[in-house]
């Protein structure tokens, strides 16, 4: 039997069930399309970060800077560290901790620095649901004011090795 070429139908105009569906999707497209923009103002979650280069080591050295001029206690070898109210604050991401633990003021602003020193994280604020990705090099600055008070964990959301599931952070707000 011959090879017959198969009838040409695809030059044919798409039937009304075709285009209603082709609608439906360039529609929903669209919706998410401004969602993406629009979630970013009326979501209440995730702000927009202010992003800066900086030296992994550099990092390194300024957090250990803050940590040793506001520290108050350690818990399990992580420092606890009690900035003043309007301070810059450091945290950083490192196989398997976020370091320091941090003691916060709830109402009072803080200037955030999160970054990493070694590879890429992902800084999640728990019950809050923040997300934010920690990647060497990148400063992520944070304008945070805490609006309630209680203990609030940070996990790590980015695979990151073998003790990945046990980065686990720690944020203590104080009326
Ligand atoms: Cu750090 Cu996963």
């Not at 919706?31 to 993406?36: D, Q, V």
């Not at 009072?108 to 934010?132: E, R």
């Not at 790590?156 to 009326?175: L, Q, S």
Request: glycine content about 8%.
């Amino acid at each position: 039997m011959p090879i017959t070429s198969p009838e040409t139908y695809w030059w044919k105009p798409a039937d009304k069930e075709e285009k209603i569906w082709i609608s439906v999707a360039i529609v929903w497209c669209l919706i998410l399309f401004t969602m993406m923009p629009l979630w970013h103002f009326v979501g209440g979650q995730n702000p927009s970060v202010e992003p800066m280069k900086i030296r992994p080591d550099d990092f390194d050295k300024v957090t250990g800077a803050f940590i040793e001029k506001y520290k108050i206690g350690e818990e399990s070898g992580i420092p606890v560290v009690k900035p003043p109210d309007g301070a810059d604050v450091y945290l950083k991401g490192q196989m398997w901790n976020w370091i320091p633990i941090l003691e916060l003021k709830k109402g009072v602003n803080y200037k955030f620095h999160i970054s990493s020193v070694d590879l890429m994280h992902g800084f999640s604020l728990q019950p809050m649901n923040m997300n934010f990705q920690i990647v060497p090099g990148h400063d992520n600055i944070l304008n945070l004011t805490p609006t309630a008070s209680g203990t609030y964990h940070i996990i790590c959301n980015e695979f990151c090795g073998v003790g990945h599931h046990t980065m686990v952070g720690k944020i203590v707000v104080k009326d």
